[in-house]
T-cell receptor
Framework: SAVISQKPSRDICQRGTSLTIQCQVDSQVTMMFWYRQQPGQSLTLIATANQGSEATYESGFVIDKFPISRPNLTFSTLTVSNMSPEDSSIYLC????????FGPGTRLTVT | GQQVMQIPQYQHVQEGEDFTTYCNSSTTLSNIQWYKQRPGGHPVFLIQLVKSGEVKKQKRLTFQFGEAKKNSSLHITATQTTDVGTYFCAGQWYGNKLVFGAGTILRVKS
């Protein structure tokens, strides 16, 4: 399985600001995914990060709010824009299709 | 949309008792995967079931996939305190997208 790191591991941000989360994998992977896990809830897929093309967003998530970059096969970023307290969640990246392996997550608190 | 229903939401057992969590999809799945998330941790892959009626075991854990490939269960025999966490099923249809169930929180009293 791939080794996945995320930065930052946690952050406390003011409403209205933006935070960029990085996901680094120790090997080249085709599929990278970004999930949100709200407190005490399950995982919800935000988008699939495609190398060399636009990310594919799930219903309820838009590019203006969650822009994603995927500059190469080992790295991706997710930006949470114009944050509100409702964005307080754990954000997880994962790789692989079948099965998926998850990074340690970024715990975001918006005040 | 595609959904996976998971029950129960929460279970609190005495150490040594058994535990079971169930998942159900209204449509036929390509496969179902099970993950465990320890408190404060991230989901860790446990197993994938692909074939109709498949049963797989990992020590005290038994995973089943229904004949119609619409439901699945995870059974833990003789729970231990190390089993504490949230168990998620995740359904996959045709494509790479996973849809997670709501999860079952397991607490074990010693």
């Amino acid at each position: 399985s791939a080794v996945i790191s995320q930065k930052p591991s946690r952050d406390i941000c003011q409403r209205g600001t933006s935070l960029t989360i990085q996901c680094q994998v120790d090997s080249q992977v085709t599929m990278m995914f970004w999930y949100r896990q709200q407190p005490g809830q399950s995982l919800t897929l935000i988008a699939t990060a495609n190398q060399g093309s636009e990310a594919t967003y799930e219903s309820g998530f838009v590019i203006d709010k969650f822009p994603i970059s995927r500059p190469n096969l080992t790295f991706s970023t997710l930006t949470v824009s114009n944050m509100s307290p409702e964005d307080s969640s754990i954000y997880l990246c994962s790789v692989g299709g079948n099965p998926q392996y998850f990074g340690p997550g970024t715990r975001l608190t918006v005040t | 949309g595609q959904q996976v229903m998971q029950i129960p939401q929460y279970q609190h057992v005495q150490e040594g008792e058994d535990f079971t969590t169930y998942c159900n999809s209204s449509t036929t799945l390509s496969n179902i995967q099970w993950y465990k998330q320890r408190p404060g941790g991230h989901p860790v892959f446990l197993i994938q079931l692909v074939k109709s009626g498949e049963v797989k075991k990992q020590k005290r854990l038994t995973f089943q996939f229904g004949e119609a490939k619409k439901n699945s269960s995870l059974h833990i025999t003789a729970t231990q305190t190390t089993d504490v966490g949230t168990y998620f099923c995740a359904g996959q249809w045709y494509g790479n997208k996973l849809v997670f169930g709501a999860g079952t929180i397991l607490r074990v009293k010693s």
